[in-house]
């Protein structure tokens, strides 16, 4: 049957045109994504409140999106602080919350309480640390951190102070209005000015800033 | 070589194509534009994705018996695809629709000139696919 030619020709076309539109369609989302970028202000990718770390002489900025309670975050948290070690002269490292978990609240109120006495990374890197233990999926305790936080060698009662006076519910709506607009699903997500990290790995963020850096 | 039962291998591959570009629309919506199915859209898509192979295995080894196989389907997925529009449409109201978690099946994504929403395009495909069959078998 000379028609099985049509057919087999026209699931072959099927599957080209399938990739073909879907590869249209994501370069023209990246390219929206990256005409945000170009705003002198930053935003959406920078807001004023927003931790930010770094020398920042190349103007490479890095934006995470963060959840202290999600564990692909912590998973990654080695390979961006390596990144960053290398090139805290060259770029700055923004961090933007998408509190997506059930106490991942509280804990950033922990961390912009501990931003004031200038111990963000430290305090970020205690929580990381016993996050197995504090937010444990059937039982989890955040009480715990305060406990826990007491390695960071923050002054613990003016973290409870700070902890107490501070709102974050602006900053974190902000925040998660922000990734929307980014088309930011899940955490964590990076952004190396504008340009979406598409691969979770040490190597391709490290290619990516450094492709930025020396551009 | 057709029998009187044989539905002309031409109807067949419009269905095919019809089921395909169903199939590869819903997965572009969910997959690339990131749109989360709600549970009727599920329910369409179960009775959607098999035509596509039943389509294609008759028009590689035809035979008189896709009727029964593809008509049983697309009528199961033509009463839910009626069934999301009415809800789309409001006529029954979101108090009965039957998702339980994520997204409520009366959520507009997509608004093409007013009208064209995702569960149009569902019942429009099954709608293409019934009265096809139907005129395939008829002859």
């Known amino acids: ?215 | 070589m057709n029998s009187n039962n044989q539905i002309s291998s031409t109807i067949i591959f419009i269905c095919f194509l019809v089921a395909s570009v169903a199939t590869l629309g819903s997965l572009f919506f969910s997959e690339i534009m990131h749109f989360v199915p709600c549970s009727m859209c599920w329910y369409q898509r179960i009775f959607m994705y098999p035509l596509v192979i039943i389509f294609l295995v008759n028009l590689l080894y035809p035979d008189d018996k896709v009727f029964k196989y593809s008509f049983s389907l697309v009528l199961v997925g033509l009463f839910f695809a009626i069934y999301h529009n009415l809800l789309m449409f409001g006529i029954i109201p979101e108090s009965v629709v039957p998702c339980v978690q994520g997204v409520p099946c009366s959520t507009v994504y997509l608004n093409w000139f007013g009208f064209i929403t995702i569960p149009l395009l569902s019942l429009v495909a099954y709608s293409l696919l019934f009265v096809l069959l139907i005129i395939g078998k008829g002859k």
């Open chain 1, 1 to 215: 049957m000379k028609n099985k030619k049509v057919v087999l020709l026209s699931v072959v076309l099927l599957i080209i045109g399938f990739i073909a539109v879907t590869v249209f369609y994501q370069k023209n989302e990246d390219k929206k994504i990256q005409k945000m970028a170009s705003k002198s202000s930053g935003a959406p990718f920078v807001r004023e409140h927003s931790p930010s770390f770094g020398k920042n002489e190349n103007k490479v900025t890095i934006v995470e999106f963060l959840d202290p309670e999600c564990e692909a975050c912590r998973a990654f948290h080695p390979a961006i602080k390596k990144v960053f070690k290398e090139y805290s002269d060259e770029s700055r490292l923004v961090v933007r919350y998408l509190a997506n978990h059930k106490n991942s609240k509280f804990v950033v109120r922990l961390l912009e309480a501990a931003r004031k006495q200038g111990k963000y990374n430290e305090t970020l890197d205690v929580i990381f640390k016993y996050q197995p233990k504090w937010a444990q999926h059937n039982n989890p305790k955040p009480q715990l951190l305060w406990d826990f936080l007491v390695e960071a060698n923050l002054d613990m009662v003016k973290l409870r102070e700070d902890f107490d006076s501070n709102y974050i519910d602006g900053m974190l709506s902000l925040d998660r209005a922000d990734a929307t607009k980014l088309k930011v699903r899940g955490t964590p997500t990076f952004f190396v000015n504008g340009k979406e990290l598409k691969r979770l790995s040490y190597q391709s963020l490290l290619d990516l800033v450094e492709s930025e850096i020396y551009k």
